[in-house]
C-alpha cells in the first residue's frame, strides 16, 4: 500500500466496515475507544465542513478522530497525535482487508456442519 490514503476509499472502507460491524473499536487513545458507528457518524458531520473548506475528505476523519476522541485535542506530544491518526487510518485498511479475507473465504469452510460436529465427538470420545 502506499503511503498517500485515497479519501475515497478511505471513507468507503470506513462505511462499508459500519455497516458490517459498527460495534468494532477503530482506535483507542488513553481510556477512550472509538467504534466504527461513531467514527462514521462523526465523518459525515465533518465531510460537509470539510468540503466547504476546498479540504480533502481526509481531513473529515481526522477531524472525526479529534472528535470522538476530545482528549486527543490536549495532547501536548505531536508524535502521540501523529500515531494515534496514522494508527487509526492503518487499522481501518487491515480492518477492511481482513472483512475482504473473510468474504472472499468458501462458504463451507466457515460453517461446522453435522459430520464435523460428530467428527469431534469422536475424537472427544476416543481420548
Known sequence: MSTEVDAADLLAAVRRIADTGPDRVVVRYHHRTLTYRELASAIDLM????????????????????????ALSSE?????VAAVVDGTFARVFADL?????ASNAPKGALRTNEIDLRDIASRLAAS
Do not use: H, I, K, N
Not at 76 to 80: E, G, K, V, Y
Open 76 to 80: 501536548c506530544d505531536p508524535a502521540t
Open 47 to 70: 465531510v460537509p465542513v470539510t468540503r466547504s473548506q476546498s479540504m480533502d475528505d481526509r481531513a473529515a476523519v481526522v477531524a472525526a478522530v479529534f472528535a470522538g476522541m476530545p
Open 97 to 101: 482487508a481482513e472483512l475482504d479475507d
